[in-house]
């Protein structure tokens, strides 16, 4: 236990007393693996990248015996212990279990931002993003999967994905068990946040006065308000490095190495042969006798792919890449962005909440308390669409928020923060955030340069489809009929008085106000996926077939959230584990490992 190190992350908790008696408490969970000290010079299986899918892949395969499986993951930081806190997810972004990535500037909206650009939040260590997402248990909807087969992803539609979604899962609340939808025993833990705030009620007792049911919208229905559960241990975060990676740490078939840093795939022809990365100052070449599997997410794998020569012909050309494969790479980019309106709320503020020693003991004692809860948010919706069909088309958050969120993680230019938050910068804040569940906008992820250590040019390319700002607008009128209502009312909600009121003299109504601020401002909920699209091999705008192997080359697969045709309608990291599963099955089923009695 290093309480310097733990200290270098700033949080509220940072001069608390109680500091090392609560570190004391979180090591009784490991969040990481023991890793390799060195590595061989050939595998069977090389995953490149170790989050939250990689993680996934590296324990299923080397459930064989007679295979070898390499894991190389380019983040080299063991992530603090605090990081198992769920109610101080937010407090990891910008730091070094975090790629730090902003897009490009964005064309449709991003006015009130600082050059345009959105925060990038991305994890950058064993459990990738499974190290600071909010760690909301959010499957999607019946329909995502069945739309993605009728894509041509064969073998992905609802029934045939539903049982890895229910292998990955260990339910510990009986009221879901009981639903038919959910299962216990596997890798992930899957419980509700304990803390059950007086906000939460007062939200679901709004949510049910407008008509709405309050439900779990992993089961048979969507729509709705989500009594949310979470990828929660114990209430601890249980990321995918603690769930499949420290349990088979031991195993000697499999090496896991952090801080290696890939740069390119290897190639003999069509076929790959192996990697080459950095690690500890060196340049290493591994080789794989089997396969090659890329699961460094949707911008890293992407990009990973085009500088090895997988990509668009003309954009690896113009960057003197040697072209292995013309192939789609970097398009079908897909991600859910959302914008917000403010409240003041009578609470304590966020920063008192996190640091006062009766909730911290509360947590130490008993795992509950506003420390337990999933970065503060006390609810959330899915709603829109047509009721009928249960197709929801935006996905709402109520969430209490600090000053740290507004000034460092949203990228607002000074002026604008000023202008619109800094009345209330100290106080306590509450939000409701309105995100867009199915995009027609389509963005790219393209190089910036032949150095693997650029980041690259990340455009999601928001609202480029003019229908996309409707579903936000439908939401943000759903927050402020909640706002307004009389559960919430009781919590002194208001709305902020400094939300551009000289602007508002000289909007006809609210819809376009709320066009407005969408175009000021909008956050990524870190939900990208697409950029290595999954489906039929003869469709020229996929890159994996539904085996998830790279159309034309051997020995090379892709697993993660970049592989999905579709964006879920839904918070995308518990999809990514399940995509990670179901693709486990299938390279297994190409391997055959004699038994004793075979002998």
């Known amino acids: 236990m290093d309480i310097l190190a733990e200290s270098a992350y700033h949080t509220p908790l940072n001069n608390s007393p109680l500091l090392p008696l609560l570190l004391l408490s979180l090591a009784t969970q490991r969040n990481y693996p023991i890793q390799s000290s060195s590595f061989k010079k050939e595998y069977d299986y090389i995953v490149v990248g170790g989050g939250s899918a990689g993680s996934v892949v590296a324990s299923r395969l080397s459930e064989e015996p007679c295979v070898s499986v390499l894991l190389l993951e380019a983040g080299a930081k063991k992530p603090p212990l605090l990081s198992d806190i769920p109610g101080l997810a937010r407090f990891t972004w910008n730091t070094d279990i975090d790629w730090q990535f902003k897009t490009v500037p964005q064309k449709h909206t ?220 970097g398009n079908n980019f897909q991600d859910h962005c959302a914008t917000f309106l403010p409240f003041v709320i009578n609470q304590k503020p966020l920063n008192e909440k996190i640091k006062d020693p009766q909730n911290i003991r509360e947590y130490i004692d008993s795992r509950r308390g506003p420390l337990s809860s999933t970065e503060f948010i006390s609810s959330m919706a899915f709603l829109g669409g047509q009721e009928e069909e249960d197709f929801p088309d935006h996905e709402l958050y109520f969430a209490e928020i600090n000053k740290l969120i507004l000034k460092e993680q949203i990228g607002l230019k000074p002026i604008i923060y000023k202008l619109l938050f800094g009345l209330y910068a100290n106080g306590p804040m509450f939000i409701c955030l309105s995100q867009l569940l199915h995009p027609k906008s389509r963005g790219t992820v393209r190089l910036q340069s032949t150095n693997p250590y650029d980041p690259p040019l990340i455009d999601p390319n928001y609202f480029d489809h003019p229908e996309d700002i409707e579903a936000i607008v439908k939401g943000l009128r759903t927050c402020r009929k909640m706002g307004s209502s009389k559960p919430m009312k009781k919590l002194g909600l208001k709305p902020f008085a400094t939300v551009l009121p ?98």
């Open 110 to 329: 991003g006015y009130g931002l600082v050059n345009k650009q959105v925060i990038w939040p991305s994890g950058k260590g064993l459990g990738g993003s499974s190290l600071m997402n909010a760690m909301l248990y959010v499957r999607g909807n019946h329909k995502d999967y069945d739309n993605w087969a009728a894509q041509g992803a064969k073998g992905w539609s609802y029934k045939d994905v539903l049982p890895y979604f229910l292998k990955l899962e260990d339910n510990r609340n009986i009221e879901f068990l009981e639903n038919g939808y959910h299962a216990s025993g596997g890798p992930i833990t899957v419980e509700k946040p304990g803390y059950n705030s007086e906000i939460k009620t007062r939200i679901h007792e709004a949510a049910q006065q407008l008509g709405y049911k309050v439900l779990d919208s992993n089961g048979a229905r969507q729509t709705g308000f989500y009594d949310h559960q979470a990828n929660i241990r114990n209430g601890q975060r249980c990321n995918t490095a603690k769930a499949y990676l420290v349990p088979v740490e031991n195993r000697t078939n499999l090496d896991i190495v952090g801080g290696a840093h890939v740069k390119k795939i290897l190639f003999d022809g069509s076929r790959a042969f192996g990697v080459q990365f950095d690690y500890q100052n060196s340049e290493h070449i591994v080789k794989a006798r089997r396969e090659v599997i890329m699961s460094a997410g949707t911008t890293n794998t992407a990009q990973l792919l085009m500088l090895s020569g997988i990509g668009p012909r003309e954009h690896l050309e113009k960057l003197k890449i040697p072209v292995i494969k013309d192939l789609p790479v």
């Open 502 to 599: 000289w602007f508002t003299k000289f909007i006809p109504n609210l819809d376009y106000y709320y066009k407005f601020i969408a175009r000021l401002a909008v956050i990524t909920l870190s939900h990208q996926v697409g950029t290595a699209k999954m489906g039929d091999p003869a469709d020229p705008t996929t890159v994996v077939d539904p085996q998830l192997k790279v159309k034309g080359i051997q020995g090379l697969r892709v697993v993660d959230a970049s592989v999905m045709p579709l964006v879920p309608s839904g918070n995308t990291n518990i999809p990514t584990i399940m995509v990670a599963e179901k693709a486990s099955d299938i390279i297994k089923k190409s391997i055959s490992c004699k038994s004793k009695a075979d002998i």
